[in-house]
């Protein structure tokens, strides 16, 4: 009989639905039933594509005799943290805190007052590698809330006092300047995997945000050694497992230090992230493998992501059915067998793809199976027999049985799928790809945005979802409509992009200008969460940040521009000591020092000229420039819907590029070659 969760839009508690286990969504009602029976809860936070999640389900959630004695002795909470990012934030603060590490599953008990005393993520269901049982957990927790309630009490209250003191004070900090960046840039190199890319050891995490700064600061200071850590890596990371060879898109992390073997669910915002930064990739250094992966990954979201709604679903879980054996395991939608080669290519054509794409009869994975890979000296082949090869490969692995996928539309995660495809549809003359970010943004109007503007975290087959956005839906967004408005000339989203960031300003701002994760009139958590780092997507901190920023260079607004400064103080702290974890910070504090530099182009829209200034506009490399394009004031009396297109006028009845930074304004010009020496690398 299904449990509470049948009644949930999120996949991942759907996928709890037919549990043993009487699970209840977060909701009052389950801490007062905590609070009338005496017990305990149980909070279990994670995520539908999540592999260790799906793992403990199997082994203790569909478990009769455990969810017997679970549901006898706690009540059993269950969160997905894609949809509560701020209830898991706050509770995975305290289990950082408490055991030094973090991850999903995450489970935390729970005095009926929500206030955490005992903490974990996965636990076996036999004792293991010196962890206990999640038996021996529960039996644990149950005799220390009987026996030593007031023991119990005292420690969730202090952990809740602890994590009361961690208040952040970043406001005050000032403004990073090049120094701030320079130490940044130090620090990076230092942790620089020279020999593989990237940054640190395994796992190894696509740091999307970090070579975003590293073109940007290559651009502002014209540093040849962060133009050389941005390009090897993403070389490094396009030639192996994490990348799918056949499909294109990214993978979440690398469990090695090489980028083999990958940890095999695909989310959108890396995929958005890391689309995105190889076309700027390609922008800055011409490189044909940058385009290349740009554009199977923006394909990837839109054949394999894309909803009938026209949003972007969240995942592709790690897990599907193995096509041998029938079970449901890790990797194998996507792990190759050179006998499965030749069967599906023939002997000649499956040794040359075993050759080319890595795959070796002891296997580079799991049971003699291999991640496809394009080794640095693979053979020079064919290309047009290559692409054959690609495509019945593709085409066989698309009879497998496919990973499941989580529909779930996060606004946050589709703001950042919009800028990544409407830039790439501009760069790459794709017009269908800026089609389907349009189409997203449209959903985002419709369906998450309600009428004063306030956004609603999720949405599943365009139902709205009951979770008010949080910072990151602010900022993504508004990023995401800010690049469309570039691209398309279409002033309403830049309309719609300062609806947002003035909710930024009115309901998560703090006096001293930090920010924090949930509006001010949302929901009483034990803290009310404030986390400016970078991890896997730009933090609601720094993401906020940079819309105000671009928003100020738009429109000449000096409350949106104070405001990105003040909130940058948070970069002038830890970019030096931690540059790895404020990525995406250190490239908006790219784009202040550049300026950001303001581009207005004007002319007849049919002009193929105007459209020419236009590209050039937008391939310029200057960090966080913004771009307006339209009419010349004189032609529709009104300056179109920029602020930027006011009383700018054609020179000699062609079209006109402008271009201003701090104040001050190049000459106006119709050449694109002199716009984009306005709009290149600027050496100290």
Known sequence: MPNRLANETSPYLLQH???????????????????????????????SSC??????????????????????????????????????????????AATGQGGWPMSVFLTA???PFYFGTYFPPDPRHGMPSFMQVLEGVRTAWAGRREEVAEVAQRIVRDLAGRQLDYGKAGTPGPE????????????????????????????????????????????????????????????????????GGFARYSVDREWVVPHFEKMLYDNALLCRVY????????????????????????????????????????????????????????????????????????????????????????HGTSVLQLPQDGPVTDAARLAGIKERLLAARSARPAPGRDDKVVAAWNGLAI????????????????????????????????????????????????????????GDV????????????????????????????????????????TAHDAEKLIRRPQDPTDTAAPSGWTAAAGALLSYAAHTGSEAHRTAAERALGVVHALGPRAPR???????????????????????DPADEARAELHRTALLGTAPGAVVAVGLPRAADGSGGEFPLLAERTLVHDLPTAYVCRHFVCARPTTDPVELAEQLGTVRP
């Open 17 to 47: 639905a037919d549990n043993p286990v009487d699970w209840w969504p977060w909701s009052p009602e389950a801490f007062a039933e905590a609070r009338e029976r005496g017990v305990p809860v149980l909070l279990s936070v994670g995520y």
């Open 51 to 96: 592999h260790w999640c799906h793992v403990m389900a199997h082994e203790s959630f569909e478990d009769e005799l455990v969810a017997a004695y679970m549901n006898e002795h706690f009540v059993n909470v269950k969160v997905d943290r894609e949809e509560r990012p701020d209830v898991d934030a706050v509770y995975m603060e305290a289990v950082q």
């Open 113 to 115: 007052d929500a206030e």
């Open 180 to 247: 701030e960046l320079a130490q940044a840039l130090l620090a990076l190199t230092r942790e620089y995997d020279a020999t593989r890319g990237g940054f640190g050891g395994a796992p190894k995490f696509p740091p999307s945000m970090v070579l975003e700064f590293l073109l940007r600061h290559h651009a502002r200071t014209g540093s040849e050694g962060a133009l050389q850590m941005a390009a090897d890596t993403g070389e490094a990371m396009a030639r192996g497992g994490i990348y799918d060879q056949l499909g």
């Open 279 to 366: 076309a700027h990739l390609w922008r800055a250094t011409g490189s044909d493998l940058a385009r290349r992966v740009a554009l199977e990954t923006a394909d990837f979201m839109v054949r394999e992501l894309r909803t009938e709604q026209g949003g972007f679903a969240s995942a592709l879980d790690a897990d599907s059915e193995d096509p041998v054996t029938g079970a449901h395991v890790e990797g194998a939608y996507y792990s190759w067998t050179p006998a499965q080669l030749r069967e599906v290519l023939g002997e000649a054509d499956g040794e040359l793809a075993a050759a080319h794409f890595g795959v070796t009869e002891e296997g580079t994975f799991e």
């Open 419 to 474: 800028a990544a495809l409407a830039e790439c549809g501009a760069y790459f003359e794709r017009p269908d790809l800026v089609e389907r970010a349009t189409e997203a943004a449209d959903l985002l109007v419709r369906v998450h945005m309600d009428g004063r503007a306030r956004l609603a975290r999720t949405s599943k087959d365009g139902q709205t979802g009951a979770n008010a956005g949080v910072l990151e839906d602010y």
């Open 478 to 517: 508004a990023e995401g409509f800010l690049a469309l408005a570039s691209v398309t000339g279409e002033g309403v989203w830049l309309e719609f992009a300062g609806f947002l960031v003035d909710l930024v300003l009115d309901r998560f701002t703090a006096e001293d200008g930090s920010l924090y994760d």
């Open 581 to 603: 974890f404020i990525g995406h910070g250190l490239a908006v504090a790219e784009a202040l020092l550049d300026g950001p530099r303001e581009v207005a182009v004007v002319g």
